[in-house]
């Protein structure tokens, strides 16, 4: 070699090797990327080929047997071990992770031989004993690495033709990079003055250095794609049954199988031996409904919801269904304890304390008439407004609607300013529209007031009914008043959201008020007013987003 060529190629090995030491620190700084480690191995695999090969080709080293023979031995142990980080790093990034019996085997493929390999090179006699011994090891070692490297390759190429946001640019460029010292070593021509090595440790330094600075190679989504695709089917509460277009199960999660049987048993049966009862229902694409089925409790009821499940990204004919199985035994239940029981309080109740107050008049002490009389009117009221709260909640059934705010908010003060006796309620409404539920706006406008005006400490007390635009595409209804404010005791439990024995409401009015602004999908506010007051502030987005 001369020395024009052996500058040349120390000089290309020093930019490989300055590349990848580059690559390195940036990587190493990110270590705590989810698939940050087995990159840094990838690059320092690079990093130790590309220096051993600078020192093998250094003038001031080469002449050194010992030396030589090491930089020589260290080059093919990186060259031999590449590939199987190249499969680590490839399932690392693609969330396809390797059990412990697969990653001691590919420990056991890639290590045992150079093991062997030293063993072979520190005892042996004779070169003919060494190249003898070494023959089939080495032509084993080269089938298992280019099997790992094909592989790892394929793991990333066909990840990155189907992931939204893995470009095919960033494949390439690192597939490249890993790719390049062996292709240009396999494509060199024994007649030219530079190695094909040296050229493609610098072509793969230059890629990966080029990917560290561009593209996502250590981050977490792709990982965390995978994950979530394999993995969250598995841990929904609700049961899972993929069928083929025959019916026979494709596959099931571990929901499912605790409520039909083993998953082993699942796979492969037809629909109506795992599910009895659900043989019989619609399971086209995009079907839903309700159906009735055994289970290890017994019967239970289920709602079920088809989707169909293409062969591809775009679209197309489904080639499989995916049954979502949610069991709605109890929240039935439920809805009818709260039918029955709201029954009784409409109806049944009502009716006794009709025949109480019937009966108050044969009370001779007048203040105590008129007490029981007060309470039972108070009573009474209560239920009316449990019966109407129902009504207008079932209204957030029916789809929503475009509604002028200012014009619900008029019609509300028109209304409490013919009715009420004293105080006066004022309006400050902006035109403003919003794509909501004018039944529900209208019915909590009205508690709204009605709290106001029941519990104020005046004989003249003030009401400020405000409708404007909010923060972003929102549209607010504000109600403000000077009587005592809502205590905090009220407040506390509203927040909370349940009331208990020990700590309850008034009445039913501000609950109301929150589950309609819940159910709405806006936003409820309590502050104080100044003097003495409180400010109710709801928060509606005026596009019913």
């Known amino acids: 070699m001369t020395l024009v060529s052996t500058l040349l190629t120390v000089g290309l090995t020093a930019s490989a090797t300055g590349c990848l030491l580059w690559a390195l620190s940036r990587t190493v700084r990110r270590r705590e990327a989810p698939s940050a480690k087995p990159f840094i191995a990838l690059l320092a695999v690079l990093a130790l080929w590309a220096a051993a090969s600078l020192c093998g080709e250094l003038p001031a080293i080469a002449p050194a047997d010992a030396v030589s023979t090491l930089c020589s031995s260290v080059r093919v142990t990186a060259a031999f071990l590449l590939p199987g980080v190249w499969v680590a790093y490839a399932r690392s990034y693609t969330g396809r992770r390797l059990s412990r019996r697969w990653t001691a085997a590919l420990f056991a493929s890639l290590v045992l031989p150079l093991v062997w390999g030293g063993v072979v090179l520190a005892t042996a006699s004779s070169e003919t004993a060494i190249e003898r011994r070494l023959a089939p090891l080495v032509g084993m070692e080269l089938l298992v690495a280019f099997c790992l490297y094909v592989y790892g390759t ?72 995978h994950v979530a695709r394999t993995r969250v089917v598995e841990t929904l509460r609700e049961a899972v049954l993929v069928l083929d277009s025959d019916g026979y199960v494709l596959d099931a999660n571990e929901a499912a199988a605790d409520r039909f049987g083993e998953g082993a048993e699942l796979v492969g049966e037809p629909l109506e031996t795992v599910a009895d009862g659900l043989g019989d229902a619609d399971l086209s694409a995009g079907s839903n409904g309700t159906v009735s089925l055994r289970t290890p409790e017994g019967r239970r009821r289920f709602q079920f919801s088809v989707s169909g499940v293409s062969d591809s990204a775009g679209g197309g004919e489904p080639v499989a269904r995916t049954v979502l199985l949610r069991d709605v035994t109890d929240r039935r239940t439920r809805r009818q304890r709260l039918s029955v029981l709201n029954r009784i309080l409409r109806h049944n109740v009502r009716n006794d304390l009709d025949a109480v107050l019937a009966h108050t008049n044969r009370i001779d002490d007048e203040d105590v008439r008129t007490e029981i009389r007060t309470i039972l009117d108070r009573t009474v009221r209560l239920g009316t407004k449990a019966r109407e709260t129902e009504e207008v909640m079932s209204a957030l059934a029916d789809p929503p609607t475009t509604v002028d705010l200012a014009a619900v908010a008029r019609s509300v003060a028109d209304r409490f300013r013919s009715d009420v006796e004293r105080g006066e309620i004022e309006l400050d409404a902006t035109a403003i529209e919003a794509v909501t539920h004018e039944a529900v706006v209208r019915r909590l406008l009205r508690e709204l007031l009605e709290n106001a005006l029941e ?91």
Do not use: C
């Open 154 to 225: 394929y793991v990333m190429v066909s990840f990155g033709g189907d992931h939204p946001r893995v470009s095919n640019a960033q494949v390439a460029v690192v597939t490249g990079g890993v790719t390049a010292p062996y292709l240009l070593e396999l494509a060199r021509d024994s007649s030219e003055p530079v190695g094909g090595a040296s050229v493609g440790l610098l072509v793969a330094g230059a890629l990966l250095a080029v990917a560290v600075r561009r593209y996502p190679v250590t981050t977490g989504f792709p990982k965390a794609d």
């Open 455 to 545: 519990h104020a400490d005046s004989d003249a007390p003030n009401v400020r009914i405000t409708v404007r635009a909010g923060p972003g595409e929102t549209a607010e209804l504000v109600v403000a008043d000077d009587g005592p404010g809502i205590p905090d005791r009220e407040r506390e439990i509203l927040a909370a959201g349940a009331e208990t024995q020990a700590k309850h409401g008034r009445g039913i009015g501000l609950w109301f008020v929150r589950w309609a602004v819940t159910q709405l999908g806006g936003e409820l506010a309590f502050d104080r007013n100044d003097p003495t007051g409180s400010i109710v502030t709801v928060r509606l987005y005026a596009n019913g987003a």
